[in-house]
C-alpha cells in the first residue's frame, strides 16, 4: 500500500480541503461540492488530525490558511492539475468531441440541448467545466463557448451572441423593495447588489453596468463577493439580492417568473459569448455544432429584453 493511503485513508478529504482553499469559505466549498456546510467542517477537522497538523487559523468567521495549509493547498493544486491533464488526454478518443463551458452556460443552456448537438455532429460530446478563461490554457478541449472580447491570438471564433445584461431579482424581493424594470441606477445602487470576483472574468461588473448606461454613481464596495456565478443566481433565486443576468443564461428562468428584470438592461459593443475552438482545428464537427447553437439562438420566440417585459 502506498504511504499516502496508509497516512490518508480518506483521499477525498484532500478534494474538500481544495474546495476550501480555493472557494475561500466553508459555506462556498460546500455549495461547490454539494454537501453541507457541517460535513465540510467535519473532514477538515479529521484531515487535520490524520496530519497532525493545523491546516486553518480561525479568526472570527473566517479563516487563513496556516503555512502548512498553504504549503497541502499547492501540492493538491499541482497534483491535481497534474491528474486532470492525463485524464483529459482520455477525452481525445475518436468521434469524441470535448465541450468546455462556464458552469451557468452548461446548466442553464447547453445541457438541455446536449443532445440535439450530438445529433447534429454524429458526434459523442463531453463537457469540461471551467471557470475563468485562462483555465483553458492548461486543459485540453475541441471547442469552448467563451466570453470575451473575440480578440484571441491562438484561437478561432465566431460570436453567439452579444453580451445582454440586466439586473434580475426574486419576485418577492422585487415586490418588498418596489423594484420593477423601470428601475433607475439610482434607485439600484443602494440595495443589496450581488458580485462575483471579476478576476479572470472578462464579464461585465456591476461597476460596468452604472457606467455602459452612462451613470455617475459607483455601488459600494460589496462585503462580500461570490467565486462563482452560479451560486449568485442561487442567492438571486433566494431573494437574498439582485444579480447581472446575461442573455440566454438566464432568460427561461426569466420566462418561469423565477426571477423579474428590475432595471434597464445593457448590451455592450464589444462583449459576448463566442464559440472557439484552435487555429487549424475546425472539422465538420465543429461546423454543425456551431450551426446548430446559432439555429437555437435565432429561434427564441422573444428576445431578453421582451421576456423581461412579458414577465412583469
Known amino acids: 500500500m502506498r504511504p499516502l493511503l496508509e497516512r490518508l485513508p480518506h483521499l477525498h478529504r484532500l478534494a474538500v480541503f481544495d474546495s476550501v482553499a480555493t472557494a475561500g469559505s466553508f459555506t462556498a466549498a460546500a455549495k461547490h461540492l454539494g454537501i453541507s456546510q457541517p460535513a465540510v467542517s467535519r473532514h477538515m477537522a479529521l484531515l487535520a488530525k490524520e496530519l497532525d497538523t493545523e491546516l486553518i487559523e480561525r479568526s472570527g468567521r473566517s479563516f487563513v490558511l496556516t503555512t502548512q495549509g498553504q504549503n497541502l493547498a499547492l501540492a493538491i493544486d499541482g497534483a ?79 460570436l453567439l451572441f452579444a453580451e445582454a445584461v440586466r439586473p434580475l431579482t426574486a419576485p418577492s424581493l422585487a415586490h418588498d423593495k418596489g423594484l420593477d424594470p423601470d428601475t433607475t441606477p439610482a434607485e439600484l445602487v443602494h440595495q443589496n447588489l450581488l458580485h462575483i470576483d471579476d478576476t479572470g472574468r472578462p464579464n461585465l461588473t456591476w461597476k460596468q453596468w452604472f457606467s455602459e448606461l452612462g451613470s455617475p454613481l459607483d455601488p459600494p464596495k460589496p462585503r462580500l463577493v461570490y467565486n462563482a456565478y452560479p451560486t449568485v443566481i442561487q442567492e438571486a433565486l433566494a431573494g437574498n439580492g439582485i444579480a447581472l443576468g446575461w442573455q440566454h443564461l438566464l432568460s427561461d428562468m426569466v420566462e418561469r417568473g423565477l426571477l423579474v428584470p428590475v432595471g434597464p438592461i445593457v448590451q455592450r459593443q464589444r462583449g459576448g459569448h463566442y464559440m472557439c475552438w484552435r487555429k487549424g482545428d475546425e472539422g465538420e464537427s465543429h461546423r454543425a455544432i456551431l450551426a446548430k447553437l446559432q439555429s437555437e439562438i435565432h429561434k427564441g420566440s422573444a428576445s431578453f429584453a421582451e421576456r423581461g417585459t412579458e414577465s412583469t
Open 80 to 158: 491535481f492539475t497534474s491528474l486532470e491533464r492525463t485524464i483529459s488526454e482520455f477525452d481525445t478518443l475518436n468521434n469524441v468531441i470535448v465541450l468546455a463551458v462556464q458552469p451557468a452556460m452548461a446548466t442553464s443552456w447547453v445541457v438541455p440541448m446536449l443532445d440535439q448537438l450530438e445529433s447534429a455532429s454524429m458526434t459523442e460530446i463531453r463537457l469540461r467545466i471551467f471557470d475563468r478563461s485562462s483555465e483553458l490554457d492548461s486543459s485540453e478541449w475541441d471547442i469552448a463557448i467563451v466570453p470575451g472580447t473575440g480578440e484571441w491570438t491562438s484561437w478561432e471564433s465566431t
